[in-house]
Nanobody
Framework: QVHLAESGGSSVQAGESLRLSCVAS????????MTWFRQKQGKGREGIAA???????SVAPSVRGRFTISKDSAKNTMYLQMNNLRLDDTAMYYC????????????????????WGQGTPVTVSS
């Protein structure tokens, strides 16, 4: 099992940037696919970016060009750099992990991920 802990969420104004972090502990070597999801008020969880153990990344079309996913394997930490934030980026952001060799591209199902962090809130205002 892997324990995931997100941080970095905050209240910002539209156009600003944030970097979220997700620290993994426990059996991290078995979790080869790491993802960021977000959940807007009253909506389901939406996968927005994924990174595989070899560093291959994929970002959902809805945030591509503004959000970047990366990791520091030595620190067991995954990041989500969010630039030019918009009002509709307001959500709770979660990191999640599974043992899939490949995450896939552009779309990720929450039910494929057994390990979740507690979430970190991002609020974007005008």
């Amino acid at each position: 099992q892997v324990h995931l802990a997100e941080s970095g969420g905050s209240s910002v104004q539209a156009g600003e940037s944030l970097r979220l972090s997700c620290v993994a502990s426990g059996d991290t070597t078995s979790r080869r696919c790491m993802t960021w999801f977000r959940q807007k008020q009253g909506k389901g969880r939406e996968g927005i970016a994924a990174i595989e153990i070899d560093g291959h990344t994929s970002v959902a079309p809805s945030v591509r060009g503004r959000f970047t996913i990366s990791k520091d394997s030595a620190k067991n930490t995954m990041y989500l750099q969010m630039n030019n934030l918009r009002l509709d980026d307001t959500a709770m952001y979660y990191c999640a992990a599974n043992s899939f060799l490949r995450c896939g591209d552009n779309f990720w199902r929450p039910t494929d991920f057994p390990d979740w962090g507690q979430g970190t809130p991002v609020t974007v205002s005008s």
